[in-house]
């Protein structure tokens, strides 16, 4: 829905939160939810989604008479689609998923595949006069690339094929007007994961290894392939997975520009932060921090020390093997909390980051699509718990405040 002070923001939350694989479920899940969560929030005014769709899903609707369906519904109901969430390939529930998020990567055709079927999806959606996004992976995952080579390879080859992605969406821009882009999404442990290796990949692979593969392919100016992928590629610029690395706003947005990388999406989210104190209250964050432990999703920590520097465990089961070194004084675990809560009974949250972000990107004005994202409602210890709807609602509730 269209949110600030002269409605020139778009917000949602990101539909990942509802189970779903294929494109029967996904929808069944939205006319459970979406008229609900409206007559709430947005009873008298359109109201936007933010659309999680799977591979499945994707090939499901891309079937002319889903498409028209689908459409038909989204009118019906006064809603519309103007971001989704190309970032998880496979299940995002109900079973272990863990590193398999990052499955396939940028290294792969299915991942280009895919993709291109949610460009040409959001192209039929998407409202005249609006542009549309679509999250994606940030390339790889560390641990599967140890060696530079490796990881060089990797960058080369992503450029490739979200070159050919940023082609497509030029191509729908110039024969229909609709303006599309890919949002990179940097994540901890990830092949792109803070603010100095969004930079280096987009100023040393994607715009130079990507303008010369359009040339090549393609025939295709430099200059040319240049702009057309700075414009089309852009980066998701998750509040969470930013505060894991202890990023400054301020510093990473205007890092951004500098480089002349474009800011996409926001997704709005917070992580777990622990300051650190004695053993004693060591003991006791261990107990409480065991209770968010859980088998389905990675939850990476990093781990500040008092000399700045910083430590990174691939998993929090990985991390509480350790707590008790009194080494780092401030662990930041990538573990997606209620944003409207900033304590958790002896641990806090990165709420703080969300707040400090939507201020600066309010006064810069060139991103418009904000979508909340905690996805960890079936995951989350029981004590915090609670119906789906009212949840989804006090997150939209706390972050209207601060627009």
Not at 6 to 16: D, P, R
Not at 342 to 359: K, P, V
């Amino acid at each position: 829905m269209k949110v600030g002070s002269n409605s020139e923001y778009h917000l949602t939350y990101c539909s990942n939160i509802h189970p779903g694989e294929s494109w029967e479920e996904v929808f069944n899940q939205l006319k459970v939810n979406i008229p609900s969560l409206k007559e709430r929030l947005a009873k008298d005014k359109a109201f936007g989604i933010g659309l999680r769709l799977s591979a499945m899903a994707a090939r499901e609707l891309r079937e002319e008479e889903k498409l028209d369906e689908f459409r038909e519904w989204l009118k019906q109901h006064d809603c519309y689609v103007f971001t989704m969430n190309g970032f998880p390939y496979g299940n995002f529930h109900g079973e272990v998923v863990k590193d398999k998020v990052y499955e396939p990567d940028w290294r792969n055709q299915a991942r280009l595949d895919y993709t291109l079927n949610l460009i040409e999806i959001l192209a039929e959606l998407i409202p005249e006069d609006m542009d549309g996004g679509i999250s994606t992976s940030p390339i790889s995952y560390k641990p599967w690339l140890e060696r530079q080579s490796e990881r060089d390879e990797a960058f080369k080859q992503a450029s490739k094929r979200l070159a050919e992605c940023a082609r497509t969406m030029g191509h729908i821009q110039e024969q229909a007007g609709k303006e599309l882009h890919i949002d990179i999404e940097p994540e901890p442990d990830c092949l792109i994961e803070n603010t100095a290796e969004t930079v280096d990949f987009f100023t040393n692979w994607l715009f130079p290894e990507g303008a010369k593969y359009l040339s090549d392919q393609y025939n295709m100016p430099a200059t040319e392939g240049e702009r057309i992928l700075r414009q089309h590629i852009r980066v998701c610029y998750d509040t969470c997975h930013f505060a894991v690395e202890y990023e400054n706003p301020r510093e990473t947005i205007n890092a951004f520009e500098e480089a002349g990388i474009r800011i996409g999406k926001v997704q709005i989210s917070a992580a777990l932060k622990v300051h650190f104190k004695n053993l004693n209250q060591r003991q006791e964050v261990a107990r409480k921090l065991q209770s968010f432990a859980e088998d389905t999703y990675l939850h990476q920590v990093v781990e500040r020390r008092p000399d700045q520097s910083l430590l990174q465990y691939r998993d929090l089961d990985e991390a509480l093997t350790v707590i008790y070194n009194e080494d780092g004084d401030e662990w930041r675990i990538h573990y997606h909390v209620p944003i409207f809560i900033d304590q958790f009974d002896g641990l806090e949250s990165t709420q703080d980051a969300i707040t400090g972000s939507l201020n600066i990107l309010r006064e810069r004005n060139d991103c418009t699509h904000f979508e909340i994202e905690t996805y960890t409602w079936d995951v989350l210890p029981d004590h915090l718990k609670s119906n789906l709807l009212d949840s989804i609602e006090r997150e939209y509730k706390w972050t209207l405040t601060h627009f």
